[in-house]
């Protein structure tokens, strides 16, 4: 495949997990990520938050907790910036989103470094701002974070 055409396939994942993944279809988004793949935080969400977690699965037991009062993120792009090697991406998106049962609104910016093998994310650093989660949800221990 060529670069650029690999290039347009990635950006095409990503918009599929990230939808997938801010409607809480976590089977769907499984799909797209490597079942070891690396997550990185290097801006914690929330204090007692991991920098780093290994493996699809567990991340997706943390966000189940994280989303579990909300409808979902929903989650969309803004915008792709393309590199030199295709199978690396960086991407801006953002939330929006209503906790239950208060009916406050949270929404965050994003900024991703993914790296793909094939069609799985096998690496994920997410630079998220923290202050609209503290905002909106306080200081709450994440069981499945900490565990």
């Known amino acids: 495949m060529e670069d650029d055409a690999r290039r347009q396939h990635i950006r095409g994942l990503f918009e ?3 939808a997938a993944y801010g409607s809480k279809d976590f089977e769907t988004f499984a799909r797209f990520v490597d079942p070891d793949a690396l997550f990185e935080w290097p801006y914690l969400p929330l204090k007692e938050f991991p920098t780093t977690m290994k493996g699809r699965d567990a991340f997706i037991e943390t966000s189940k907790t994280g989303m579990a009062n909300s409808d979902g993120y929903n989650h969309k792009v803004d915008r ?3 590199q030199l090697d295709p199978d690396t991406l ?3 998106y953002h939330s929006d989103s209503v906790v239950k049962p208060s009916g406050d609104r949270y929404a965050n910016n994003y900024l991703g470094i993914l790296r793909f093998e ?3 994310v096998v690496y994920w650093k997410e630079y998220v701002n923290p202050l609209p989660i503290l905002e909106t949800y306080g200081n709450f221990v994440n069981e499945a974070a900490s565990s």
Request: aromatic residues 16%; charged residues 25%.
């Open 80 to 82: 792709f910036y393309d």
């Open 16 to 18: 599929q997990l990230i």
């Open 118 to 120: 094939g069609d799985l």
């Open 90 to 92: 960086i991407v801006e």
